[in-house]
């Protein structure tokens, strides 16, 4: 059985080496579902790592519906990545509805070539998984990961093995609340790949600082955090 960490530094990504993991989806800001890292990350990855590392093409926080910008960014990754010689990608792009953006993600993965690609848990999002698997199936998707639209993979443990006996080419990874504990359920399932953080907490700092740099509030999947132009005018207007 396959055994991919989500990485998100190069300390994780040495770890899940050192621990006999068998790939890593490299990303930043597992707090927010993870977005791309920098290009310093991943320069130092393709330096230090040696087993198989798909990094993850998500340009924002939030919803999965990309403006044409975004959507252009993303695209700019997935070259990067390639060019760094990165053995997969893992995407996706929905509509504002949360169905399946077919045309973008088939982009998407034309772009990727000859690189893995794997549509990532905006999967979890989709009103109608197991006619999605088939478009993705089509368009020549290797992998889904998926907690089975459930807040834990164990809990969607039905759904995803709905998928999997409808699946004929695509892999069903499940992810999300994977853990030593319940590892076994997958295996006794018939999946081939379980995704896991393995995420765990060490103090920082000796003292603790005075006010806190994070902010929930600008936590949303439904809505997104942008700069206000009124905002920003009237500030101008005050101070010059």
Not at 83 to 94: C, E, K, Q, R, T
Not at 158 to 182: A, D, Y
Not at 192 to 207: C, E, Y
């Amino acid at each position: 059985m396959l055994v991919e960490v989500c990485a998100n530094s190069v300390q994780s990504a040495l770890n899940a080496q050192k621990a006999g993991a068998d790939r890593i989806e490299l990303c930043s800001e597992l707090a927010v579902g993870g977005i791309t890292s920098s290009y310093g990350l991943l320069k130092k990855i393709r330096e230090l790592i040696s087993i198989p590392v798909h990094v993850l093409i998500r340009p924002r926080s939030g919803d999965f519906t990309y403006s044409q910008v975004e959507f252009e960014i993303m695209k700019e990754n997935i070259q990067l990545c390639k060019d760094f010689g990165f053995a997969g990608i893992v995407s996706g792009v929905l509509g504002d509805r949360n169905n399946l953006d077919v045309e973008r993600t088939a982009e998407l993965v034309t772009l990727t070539g000859n690189l893995h690609f794997t549509f990532h848990r905006a999967f979890d999002w989709l009103s109608n998984p197991e006619d999605s698997l088939l478009q993705l199936q089509e368009m020549g998707v290797q992998t889904i990961l998926s907690s089975g639209q459930a807040t834990s993979s164990v809990e969607g443990l039905e759904l995803l093995k709905s998928l999997q006996r409808k699946s004929e080419k695509i892999t069903i990874m499940p992810g999300g609340g994977v853990k030593p504990n319940n590892a076994h359920l997958f295996k006794e399932a018939g999946f081939m790949a379980i995704h896991l953080s393995g995420t765990h907490f060490i103090p920082s700092l000796k003292v603790a600082p005075k006010v806190s740099m994070n902010t929930p509030s600008f936590l949303s999947d439904t809505k997104l955090a942008v700069t206000k132009l009124e905002n920003i005018e009237d500030v101008v207007k005050a101070v010059k």
